[in-house]
């Protein structure tokens, strides 16, 4: 049973589409005086309308469990910025065909590629001080994506992306 539990572990972690987060802070940043938030109004951020709902609804539930409030005079606006990109295809097979005798030779050669390539979507949130430092601090996450995937699959993956960021704010100084 142990043997079964722990290969049923292993199959669900690999199959999970890794969320990568990396984060960036500016010196020197008092983080405790930031409580509330707003969005920039002219926010485009590459995600089509239904996605930016959802995206901004994971973000506020997960702004919210931090202690965050949206307010009318924020004390910081978040950006957020988006692009999709098609990973380059990694696995191939090579097929090659020589043949040679009485000082000549000859040779053709073929990569196939094996499976899909995938597509990536790379999302950067910044948090601006419009007032003081500016740009304080950005988080920019990277993950593999369905183009095809359930209005509730893109909704699970957004909440997850708003958790594993906001895990990471404030930063250890």
Known sequence: MKVFTTLFLVVLIVSCAPIRVNTDFEK???????????????MKTGLSELDTKRFLDALDKAMAAKGFSFSETPDFLVDIKSNEYQQLQRSNVGVGLGGGGRNMGGGISIGLPIGQS???????????????????????????ISPNASP??????????????????????
């Open 28 to 42: 020197g940043t008092d983080f405790n005086k930031y409580k509330t938030y707003s969005y920039y109004g002219d």
């Open 118 to 144: 995938n597509i990536n979507r790379q999302i950067s949130i910044d948090f601006v001080d419009e007032n003081g430092k500016g740009l304080f601090w950005q988080a920019v996450t990277e993950t593999s």
């Open 152 to 173: 509730e699959k893109r909704e699970q993956l957004f909440n997850a992306i708003a958790e594993k960021v906001l895990a990471q704010y404030p930063p250890k100084q």
